[in-house]
């Protein structure tokens, strides 16, 4: 199975920072990634698909990039709404894995 | 609207099955797939499966092989996940979730707690 594994897993951070998340793939998933937000309780939110596409619905403020092993998360102003946990998922393979998942906190 | 809406919590003992579904409505059925993906307590996604609600084509978890079996019911557009041989480390939310065009989960169900516990 392709591992993913994501960096910081505990991010903190103030309104306004500029956050990036990167989740790095075990091997090359050309661009078949998406990004989630989580918050406590509810069930995942797709953000960005293929990498780079926006979700409709999605502030502009969230973007993603990357393309093989390497892959970025961005969110350009933290907004008070951000603060969850975000995952990364690879579908490359018929098997699907996500990454441990990042903790946005509030600094 | 796409909606889906899962069953009720259950509670099993382990060695028992649990059998959870997954109603879709809002759009055409048959023209995406499902996928399944559970959370313990406490801890991160995990992807368990996925079906084509068009031919029924699975793809499971390696981990999860020989004790899942993902199905789906046409006639009443919802997909199904049992999951056999219940552990106490089985217990988790359990979400369905449809695929979009280009990858990723768009559309969630509620989720349903599963708890195992003798």
């Known amino acids: 199975d392709i591992q993913m594994t994501q960096s910081p897993s505990t991010l903190s951070a103030s309104v306004g920072d500029r956050v990036t998340i990167t989740c790095r793939a075990s091997q090359s998933i050309s661009s078949w990634l998406a990004w989630y937000q989580q918050k406590p309780g509810k069930a995942p939110k797709l953000l960005i698909y293929k990498a780079s596409s926006l979700e409709s619905g999605v502030p502009s403020r969230f973007s993603g990039s990357g393309s093989g092993t390497e892959f970025t998360l961005t969110i350009s102003s933290l907004q008070p709404d951000d603060f969850a946990t975000y995952y990364c998922?690879?579908?490359?393979?018929?098997?699907?894995?996500f990454g441990q998942g990042t903790k946005v906190e509030i600094k | 609207q796409v909606q889906l809406v899962q069953s009720g919590a259950e509670v099993k003992k382990p060695g028992a099955s649990v059998k959870v579904s997954c109603k879709a409505s809002?759009?055409?059925?048959?023209?995406?797939?499902i996928s399944w993906v559970r959370q313990a307590p406490g801890q991160g996604l995990e992807w368990m499966g996925w079906i084509s609600a068009y031919n029924g084509n699975t793809n499971y978890a390696q981990k999860l092989q020989g004790r899942v079996t993902m199905t789906t019911d046409t006639s009443t557009s919802t997909a199904y996940m049992e999951l056999r041989s219940l552990r106490s480390d089985d217990t988790a939310v359990y979400y369905c979730?449809?695929?979009?065009?280009?990858?990723?989960?768009?559309?969630w169900g509620q989720g349903t707690l599963v708890t195992v516990s003798s």
């Open positions: 979730a449809r695929e979009r065009e280009s990858g990723g989960s768009s559309y």
């Open positions: 809002g759009y055409t059925f048959t023209s995406y797939g």
């Open positions: 998922q690879q579908y490359n393979t018929p098997t699907w894995t």
